[in-house]
Nanobody
Framework: QVQLVESGGGSVQAGGSMRLSCAASGYSDSTYCLAWFRQAPGKEREGVAYRYPIGDSTYYPDSVKGRFTISRDTAKNTDYLLMNNLKPEDTAMYYC???????????????WGQGTQVTVSS
């Protein structure tokens, strides 16, 4: 059974940094796409980072490019989202999601973490 367990959310001031973790079990993270999504109140869930299963290539939308970095620790089967220079508009519930391939749309992912709140104050 695939499980994703997130940790690392909290509150930070604008300009600060935070690292989220997503510990996976039930599959090898080297064969799955791992994506991070976020959802702010009243807004659609949007993807902020993607790690492709082949070659570990990554993709970020313009809204976070240069500030967010996705990485993984193969030995721990854990992915991380390092967020630097955080802005108040980054405030949202953050989720990790996994699947055999990367898709932009959140509804294409079968496996989800429980979510962790990130709050950035100005």
């Amino acid at each position: 059974q695939v499980q994703l367990v997130e940790s690392g959310g909290g509150s930070v001031q604008a300009g600060g940094s935070m690292r989220l973790s997503c510990a996976a079990s039930g599959y090898s993270d080297s064969t799955y796409c791992l994506a991070w999504f976020r959802q702010a109140p009243g807004k659609e869930r949007e993807g902020v980072a993607y790690r492709y299963p082949i070659g570990d290539s990554t993709y970020y939308p313009d809204s976070v490019k240069g500030r967010f970095t996705i990485s993984r620790d193969t030995a721990k089967n854990t992915d991380y989202l390092l967020m630097n220079n955080l802005k108040p508009e980054d405030t949202a519930m953050y989720y990790c999601a996994a699947g055999p391939a990367c898709f932009a749309s959140w509804d294409r992912y079968k496996y989800w973490g429980q979510g962790t709140q990130v709050t950035v104050s100005s």
